[in-house]
């Protein structure tokens, strides 16, 4: 039976020019535009405890990851990061770099630099305020425009759905490759028309830029922690173009994914680490469904980055608006219970169809956590208790390996 409608949701094609779509949102859908929120806690855990990259933060996994991984596509990752190298510096210095044209008085530059994005390909592009409250602790001093540019730029569709595998983890990284390129590009522009502009990487992010996204109505979050926008989900990757051109904020959008999501919960049951979590919690003053990182990363890690809960959703699948049209005709989520959306194959591990999940021990979940100090340290107190004191030489070696991560960390910090 067709359900009442609250509203529309009315979006630019999915690639420039084609025509606008409209999105129905069913009445029991409706919740808020954006996401639920409260700017009070916002900001408290934002001063009291501000957010750090998981460069940082997580840092302890990192050396675990790079011998863990694949290596199938190591000879892939070597030439990409070889031409991701001169771009990451490139965007490290932009904010510094004066503009080359003369700003004209009054003007907005909204409509012409969202059509030069759009022209270059990014799917989605809104403006918004840069919110600090979401800017890593280390990234505070080099963030520097107040105005956000949010791209997503789509990732390739068949090689996605191959994943996990090799096919859909070189499509992250082209994508990367690309979106950091026109981002560059953008900025010159920016700096063309008389303004400062400075670009923040898609995988070394200067915060999370999913909040930004949902401010400026590309999407909302869904349960498997992504942005889900109209025309392919979570299937893109995300960068900002901070600045000080004068431009016009977008404002959020409710298509029903908060709701939808609770509904649907094909991620939530797909997650090959048991990573997603049905229900919502309040988490840093927002109210979502909060990834389990301890439970995901073996996953990401052993797996091609796994993916699968972008994989398995519908909107990533199938689009918003189909979506949220059968929703509204019959109450259903398209593609639901069904293997040619659920199932997905684990290399080593094999296929699992719809109600299916792999297994995995216990082990496979124990992997260096926190800092890479903070797990020294541990990893020294339970030297301590089971076999006392050390001797001389490996008191030295342990402060020598704290020293070396200590430096590490203020160079990065130097660097921000
Ligand atoms: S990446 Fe894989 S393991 Fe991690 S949350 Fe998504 S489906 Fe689960
Ligand atoms: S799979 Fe379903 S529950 Fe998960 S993010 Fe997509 S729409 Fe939401």
Known sequence: MTKPLSHTVTRPGRLHGDPDVNIPVAED????????????????????????????DKSADRQWAVVTQSHDIDDFRKVHDERMEPMYEAALVSGDIEPTGTPTPGEDLTDDIRRMAREMGFGEVGFTKHDRHYTYAGKKRWA???????LALEQDYCKTQTGPSPDADQARFETYETQQALCL?????????????????????????????????????????????????????????????????????????????QQCQVCVNRCPGRALVRDKVWWRGVRKN????????????????CAVCMIVCPVQRYGMKPVMERY????????????NLEG?????KGYFGHGELPRFNRDFFEFPKGREEDWLFKKFKEKLNSTGVPDQSELVDFATDVKKILEKGETTFDIA
């Open 328 to 339: 509204v005709e019959s109450g259903e989520v398209l593609g639901k219970d069904t293997e």
């Open 29 to 56: 859908l409706a919740t808020v535009p954006g996401v639920p929120q409260d700017p009070a806690d916002v900001a408290f855990f934002s001063r009291e405890y501000p957010l750090e990259t998981q460069a940082i």
């Open 144 to 150: 520097k425009y107040e105005h956000a540019i949010c």
């Open 290 to 305: 909060k990834v389990i990182y301890e439970r995901c990363r073996p996953v990401m890690v052993t797996y091609h980055g």
């Open 185 to 261: 590009k953008l900025a010159e522009y920016l700096r063309s028309r008389g303004y400062h502009a400075q670009v923040h990487d898609g995988s070394d992010c200067s915060g999370p830029y999913i909040p930004l996204f949902v401010e400026a109505g590309l999407g909302q979050l869904g349960a498997n922690g992504q942005l889900l926008s109209p025309h392919f989900g979570s299937r893109s990757r995300l960068m900002l173009v901070t600045t000080d051109a004068p431009v016009t904020y977008d404002k959020p959008e409710d298509y029903g994914i908060q709701k939808f999501c």
């Open 344 to 348: 997905y194959s684990l290399i080593g």
